[in-house]
């Protein structure tokens, strides 16, 4: 791999993680949804599934605005996202904690995608491509979005089913 010696060096070999990191998501997202219990998260699940896919093709358009043809840099941030989630997930017995668990690792995939888009987009925005900005800024707020909803799912439901469901009531009180 060639020295990283400029900010565009910079923004194609960051572009080329986040581009592997979608690609690890459009692989574990699948695994996740068959995993969880909550049907509502199932079906959030495979509805980002679809949305990373065109998350996808947004950021292959963005290596045809580089005339670049699209590439990956293995994503040792998102695998080791992946692999922490995976091995915790061996050790979680109870369906509802187990989705708990699922869903905060969903929550760190997520907060690694927003700070990677919002890197790119700052970066293509000072090199002046304004219309690659704009295309990640576009993902940006999707992963936010996303996240969102996954907070508010937790909050409203999946964290509370795994505390009742796990007999964690008792102890409070």
């Given at each position: ?12 070999n960051e572009l ?100 990677s888009y919002g ?55």
């Amino acid at each position: 791999m060639p020295a990283v010696k400029s900010l565009k060096d910079l923004f194609v070999n960051e572009l080329k993680d986040l581009y592997h990191a979608e690609k690890q998501m459009t692989r574990s997202l699948p695994k996740m949804a068959k995993q969880v219990s909550n049907d509502t998260l199932k079906e959030h699940f495979e509805e980002h599934l679809k949305e990373t896919e065109i998350q996808i093709t947004r950021l292959e358009k963005v290596f045809e605005e580089l005339d670049m043809s699209p590439k990956t840099k293995k994503c040792i941030g998102m695998e080791g996202i992946i692999s922490e989630g995976n091995e915790l997930l061996e050790e979680i017995e109870d369906p509802t904690v187990l989705d708990a668990a699922i869903l905060a690792a969903a929550q760190k995939a997520e907060h690694y995608e927003i700070s990677s888009y919002g890197t790119l987009a700052t970066y293509a925005e000072l090199l002046g491509m304004d219309d690659v900005a704009e295309m990640l800024r576009e993902t940006l707020e999707e992963e936010k979005a996303t996240d969102e909803k996954l907070t508010q799912l937790a909050e409203s439901e999946i964290n509370i089913e795994a505390k009742t469901e796990a007999g964690e009531e008792e102890e409070e009180e």
